[in-house]
């Protein structure tokens, strides 16, 4: 199979483009290598047999120059971070939403198959953090007893306090962030396309993703760079909560076992939206990060606060994975303390260009995305 990867010089893209050649097919990526760290996968790609193309999903154009004969997309390219679209709104919505159409509209014209990365931001946090919850010694947690009897007469759909947000919950809402609002855009423009034209696409909402060759940032890959700050002695800082917030968290192998179980099945799941994540059991608080990486480490760095929450910040999001595993028979294998054991791996690896590309960090601030 020929396989082509938008984005594919990211985490996500390039840990795909690695799984696919390693299983046998044909690796195409295309990026356009604004994120700082994304060149370092060049070389990579190049000594595995993985073709670059130099392409920015914005420019219609730029597609054009892409291969023939490609049997399938995934589309793993946006700006990722939740909080700068707030400055501009048009750089999200050009990359994130704009790309993805034009990323449709070739894979229309090719009659490719397209697995789109959606993301559990399209579920606005005034409704996530509508269901009452009280604070425990390391965390969040949803106070099932008040859920079940503020809301006896009409339970939220789409939510269980036992399992989390389903693909049922509602996409109303303010709270989204302009990262969110740009990719419930493209999660719904696959999902028209699908209808008006019968694409097969299948969108996953994903909940956290990590793993070994994440360059993460305090805006964005906060479980990486949590490692990484500890690793090289960065400051970090609580931003609301107390740092209690929760997230589920989900590692790349299990990323990569899912689209398999999805380009198997694509027949039957074609026009389909997954949410996905690391569930309930692989759920984790910042704190809960905190005590485990000084655990690993053996050491402590210094934690900043700040009382206020970011703007559209959700308090605890779980994934609620029931419907991928009744259709697909997928669940996540990968627990976080084995997780965190691989990515520190990864980081002594490949210290020497981690430590160049982390040298200008400065006192930042971290919030669960």
């Known amino acids: 199979m020929k396989i082509l990867i938008t984005g594919g010089c990211g985490f996500v893209g390039a840990q795909l483009a690695f799984h696919f050649q390693r299983r046998g097919d044909r690796v195409v990526v295309a990026d356009n290598l604004v994120r700082r760290g994304s060149e370092l996968n060049l070389p990579h790609f190049r000594r595995r047999g993985i073709d670059f193309v130099h392409v ?22 946006a700006q990722p971070s939740v909080v700068t679209g707030y400055a501009n709104p048009i750089f999200d919505i050009t990359n994130n939403s704009l ?34 919850h009280r604070a425990e010694a390391t965390r969040l947690v949803w106070d099932k007893e008040a859920y079940r009897r503020l809301f006896a007469a009409k339970p939220l759909a789409g939510f269980d306090p036992d399992h989390g947000f389903s693909e049922e919950f509602t996409l109303d809402g303010c709270e989204r962030s302009i990262y969110g609002l740009s990719k419930l855009m493209a999660d719904l423009a696959c999902q028209e396309y699908a209808g008006a034209f019968g694409m097969k696409t299948v969108i996953n909402r994903f909940g956290v993703i990590s ?112 419907k991928a595993e009744k259709v697909l028979g997928w669940k996540p294998k990968v627990g976080i303390s084995e997780g965190y054991d691989r990515i520190l791996a990864w980081i002594r690896e490949n210290e020497k260009d981690l430590r160049l590309l982390y040298a200008a960090a400065q006192p930042q601030s971290t919030v669960a995305k």
Request: include cysteine; proline fraction near 5%.
């Open 99 to 132: 790309g993805l159409i034009h990323v449709l509209e070739f894979a229309r014209h090719r009659d490719c198959p397209l697995i789109f990365w959606s993301s559990n931001r399209v579920y606005s946090a005034d409704k996530t953090n509508s269901p009452p």
């Open 56 to 77: 920015d999903v914005r420019n219609a154009e730029d597609l054009a120059s892409l291969p023939k004969g490609i049997d399938l997309i995934c589309d793993a390219s």
């Open 211 to 322: 793993g070994e060759g994440q360059f993460g940032k305090s805006d964005q890959g906060w479980v990486t760079w949590w490692a990484v700050a500890f690793h090289f002695g960065l400051p970090l800082k609580f931003i609301g909560w107390d740092g209690k917030q929760v997230r589920d968290i989900l590692f790349i192998e299990d990323v990569c076992r899912l689209v398999d179980l999805q380009i198997e099945n694509l027949d039957r799941i074609a026009g389909q939206v997954f949410n996905v994540g690391g569930g309930p059991a692989n759920s984790c608080s910042l704190v809960e990060a905190t005590n485990l990486l000084r655990e690993k480490f053996g050491k402590d760095i210094p934690i900043g606060y700040e009382d206020k929450p970011r703007k559209a910040d959700q308090c605890i999001y779980m994934t609620d994975n029931r």
